[in-house]
């Protein structure tokens, strides 16, 4: 079904019909899954969205790791509750992205053999206590900084999801902020933990914005679609000006000697991540990429039975159901 999109997508779209669209997302018409759209336009918002429920899925692997060594119970409780807010956001986003015609199924398999992309951030490893505040208060917060806009993007399911999710993200941002700010008032050793986390989560957050608005691909054509509000650079801007006095309330040091207030602008001034570290980590070479999709693959094949079984069970339900009519 989607190979057949995709391979449809070589027709061009009738000029009218293209200009009646800009027109209603020029005008702030949200675009409903039965109306017309161009085909780039459907596959860009499959790309995106299903990227994004990847993301929620794979996102929860690296806290999932800490469920067990959580401190105390009432931490566990709290993460635990956070990881299933993840799969619950995946579960919105595939449920949008059906809407465009593609399956929950079709967008795993091109999860799960590496026709599709997820977040690189998920690539990079959690290796103690303070690295689950950092996700929390630096990757749920440069989440939040993408998607509050989101909620205004112009393909109606996408935007839904986006609000209820949206809602969930900052209660998450706040607790990985209550976590890390613990680990930064508490013991030496623990304010150390804590630096080490933002040092080594500092540049991978600011990738998650994608590369520089000169190297990205799909702004121009997204923006004008308005499935994209905001340029990679203009967000990723906003999270640094929001996060550099996170980081001094912390007593922290966010790990960028260039890092400095510029009065003109009105922004802070930083240096750029190592694009070539994000290339590298989005072609499949971070440090945890093989982890991340072995994980995922052995799910799903461990979740065969469960499938099997819901199947011969609608098949029984549905037999009997024709029997008695
Ligand atoms: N990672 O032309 P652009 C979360 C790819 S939040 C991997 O600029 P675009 C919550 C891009 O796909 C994280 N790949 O692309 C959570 C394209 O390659 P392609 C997920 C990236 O789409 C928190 C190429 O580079 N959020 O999970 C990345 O216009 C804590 C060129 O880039 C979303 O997905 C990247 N960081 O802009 C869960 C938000 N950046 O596809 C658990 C929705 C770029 O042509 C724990 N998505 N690429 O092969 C978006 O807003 C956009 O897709 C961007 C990228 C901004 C991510």
Known sequence: MYAQMVKSEATNDDPEKLAEFQAKIDADIKIEPKDWMPQGYRKTLIRQIGQHAHSEIVGQL??????TRAPTLERKAILLAKVQDEAGHGLYLYGAAETLGVSRDELTEMLLDGRMKYSS???YPTLNWADIGAVGWLVDGAAIMNQVPLQRTSYGPYSRAMIRI??????HQRQGYD??????EGTPEQKKMAQDALNRFWYPSLMMFGPSDKDSVHSAQSMAWKIKINTNDELRQKFVDQTV??????GL??????LKWNEERG???FSEPDWSEFFDVIKGNGPCNTDRLTARNKAWDDGQ????????HAKKKRARHLAAE
């Open 62 to 67: 690296p806290e999932g790791n800490w469920i």
């Open 121 to 123: 951030i998920f690539n």
């Open 166 to 171: 949206c809602k969930e993200e900052s209660f």
């Open 179 to 184: 976590a890390i700010r613990k680990m930064a």
């Open 245 to 250: 006095p996170q980081a001094e309330y912390l």
């Open 253 to 258: 040091t966010v790990p960028d000697p260039d």
């Open 267 to 269: 922004h802070y001034d």
């Open 305 to 312: 039975w469960v499938r099997d079984g819901l199947l011969a």
